[in-house]
């Protein structure tokens, strides 16, 4: 059942479904999109082109879909899509793109702890984690399952791997490779997220090739592209190895050592 509060205000031409709930003192702009079984605490705004998908929760005080803080932007119709089964805490904000054709976005079932912010352009994958505070700059890529800890800066057009896990109090500005551990200011790769790759149930055989892969990049004293070499070389590429080459061969910004 529907419930929204009287203090509750919704704009002409938002497009609310059915068993949503909306709290007190709740702003609703007219291009906003809420899916079903969505529950809104109390002094939520969302607005601009702004679509929250099915069952997703959003507490007190988050903002989401305001204009980009980016001087270049001027107004174009943009967007930012929440997607299913996500929750979003307190005082988080997440803004509009500034590309018609590349949405702010946050990918299923992710949890955005107090404070997040989530600048334009952003995209994060599926079962992502950004502890409190955790600061996104513009056109950063976060991959499915990866965690960041608290307090901690990601520079813009980063790209963090799949199954990544940085520790909080870090200052990103690097891509991070996926399957990797890290923290530290600058962020310094540490290892392999054995602990985050054990607990999604990677195979051994497939966690102990990681590691050797790992280890040819990261501890061989091989340049970029000797190492990514070997590992084409000398391994078996299965899909956990081949997307670990790409990532690195595919970095702008290069790979945090």
């Known amino acids: ?78 967007e930012a899509i929440i997607g299913k089964n996500t929750t979003i805490r307190e005082f988080v904000t997440v803004n509009l793109s500034t590309s018609v054709d590349n949405p702010t976005k946050v990918g299923n079932n992710c949890l955005l702890m107090t404070y997040v912010h989530i600048a334009h352009d952003c995209n994060l994958g599926d079962n992502v984690i950004l502890a409190n505070a955790v600061n996104l700059a513009g056109h950063v890529v976060i991959e499915n399952n990866a965690i960041i800890g608290g307090l901690t800066p990601v520079h813009q057009f980063v790209h ?55 280890k040819v990049f990261y501890k061989s004293n091989l340049n970029t592209q000797q190492a990514l070499e070997k590992i084409k070389n000398d391994m078996e590429m299965s899909k956990e190895i081949q997307h670990f080459v790409d990532f690195i061969a595919s970095s702008k910004r290069g790979v945090a050592k």
């Open 160 to 214: 963090i791997g799949c199954f990544a896990f940085i520790g909080g109090m870090s200052r990103v500005s690097k891509d991070v490779a996926p399957y990797t551990r890290g923290a530290s200011v600058p962020y310094k790769t540490s290892g392999l997220n054995s602990i985050g790759l054990s607990r999604n149930k990677f195979p051994t055989k497939v966690r102990k090739k990681l590691k050797q892969a790992y």
């Open 1 to 78: 059942m529907t419930k929204i509060h009287k203090t509750t205000i919704i704009k002409d031409g938002a497009q609310i479904d059915k068993d949503v709930e909306i709290g007190p003192y709740s702003i609703i702009g007219p291009n906003v999109k809420i899916a079903k079984d969505v529950k809104i605490h109390s002094h939520v705004v969302i607005s601009g082109n702004a679509t929250i998908n099915r069952n997703t929760e959003i507490f007190r005080s988050a903002t989401i879909g305001t204009i980009p803080q980016d001087l270049k932007f001027s107004g174009e119709t943009t």
